[in-house]
């Protein structure tokens, strides 16, 4: 009996010390009340609802003590104001493609996407397991900011096009809506790249402004409307195999966080960057049936395009590696792995892809 009590008591005794010490544990953390600055509307929740998961996910992690307000683009400032709003601290972290910034420096492409470079999980490898991590954390930390991958669209399509294309020939004077590395490549094959705003897109294309337009892919696409002004849609989006958005953090900021803190963040950024790839596989099929459905004729881009496309885009990276130190030392790193990438899935991955797929629709 004796024996019983003591332990009886000393099992009270063991809770109320737990009871007495997880509060104490808690009030010894901070709270902590941060601004993220999204680079995308409320209205794509593909593109603005890793943000969100990634601040309702910190909250859970930290008991609520780290609580982070998204804001959608424009609120607090234009998506390609981003990367400075982070680098001068204005907000303690924007979620944004960081080749956005390519103007400012053409190695920032390799933290999102180049033309003809890995997909998500070719990407996701480099950056986690190839060094790649560490070359962008180097980039990043010139621009006062720490960041980490946060999504990613997958493949994207090549766009919306007035007309049909057959051979580069058709590109000649086309006026495209793209921009960047993309754009670059584009107008070498004698296109005219355009960059305007997303919601000038559609009015630009009905009025023969412009010739062909480019977004992301099916899900988002379908929300423009632009199968309705333009109903030839093309793939692949050569220029984005696998884009992948980062959480970019104002570095002081950044280094002021208890140790616990910054690993509730990197775990909520490896949770977005799962999700949103998982989230675009789920809901981009039935979205293309519809496109179909309203009048898009699918068309794959003609192999002589791509061919010329390759050797466009291999070109310009030649030319910035012997003018830009910064993105010569991202390249070599980047070209040998994706390469070796590339050997791999063609043996296991594309093989299994090309009958299965095919399969599935013929082998009864």
């Known amino acids: 009996m004796k024996r019983r009590i003591l332990v009886t008591r000393g099992a009270a005794a063991a809770a109320a010390t737990t009871a007495l010490a997880a509060p104490a544990i808690a009030q010894s953390a901070p709270e902590i009340r941060w601004r993220l600055s999204s680079a995308f509307p409320r209205t794509f929740d593909t593109l603005f609802g890793p943000a969100e998961l990634i601040a309702r996910q910190v909250a859970a992690i930290t008991d609520n003590r780290f609580q982070i307000r998204v804001f959608p683009a424009g609120e607090i400032v234009p998506p390609f104001s981003t990367l400075e709003a982070a680098q001068n601290g204005t907000v303690e972290m924007t979620h944004v493609p960081n080749y956005y910034f390519i103007g400012k420096e053409p190695a920032l492409a390799f933290e999102t996407a180049l033309p003809w470079g890995m997909t998500f999980r070719q990407h996701n490898a480099w950056y ?69 705003a997303l919601g000038e897109v559609y009015s630009a294309l009905e009025r023969g402004t412009i010739d062909a337009a480019e977004f992301v892919g099916p899900y988002d696409d379908e929300r423009i409307g632009l199968v309705r002004v333009a109903p030839f849609y093309y793939y692949p989006g050569f220029w984005e195999g696998g884009a992948a958005l980062s959480l970019n953090i104002h570095l002081p900021a950044w280094e002021s966080l208890p140790a616990s803190y910054k690993a509730a963040i990197e775990t909520a950024c490896a949770m977005a960057n799962a999700d949103m790839m998982a989230k675009y596989d789920a809901v981009n099929a039935a979205a293309l049936r519809r496109l179909v459905a309203q009048g898009a004729q699918l068309r794959a881009f003609p192999r002589e395009i791509l061919a010329e496309a390759w050797k466009a885009a291999h070109a310009i990276y030649d030319e910035l590696a012997r003018t830009n130190a910064k993105f010569a030392r991202i390249y070599e790193s980047w070209k040998v792995f994706r390469d070796e990438q590339f050997l791999w899935f063609r043996v296991a991955e594309l093989t299994y892809q090309n009958f299965a797929f095919t399969a599935a629709q013929t082998v009864r």
């Open 128 to 196: 986690y397991h190839g060094g790649g991590q560490a070359l962008l954390r180097e980039l990043m930390r010139e621009y006062n900011v720490i960041s980490f991958l946060a999504g990613n669209t997958g493949a994207q399509m090549g766009g919306f096009f007035r007309k049909e294309l057959r051979t580069v020939a058709d590109l000649q004077g086309l006026k495209f809506r793209i921009a960047g590395l993309g754009g670059q490549i584009m107008a070498r094959l004698g296109a005219t790249p355009q960059q305007l």
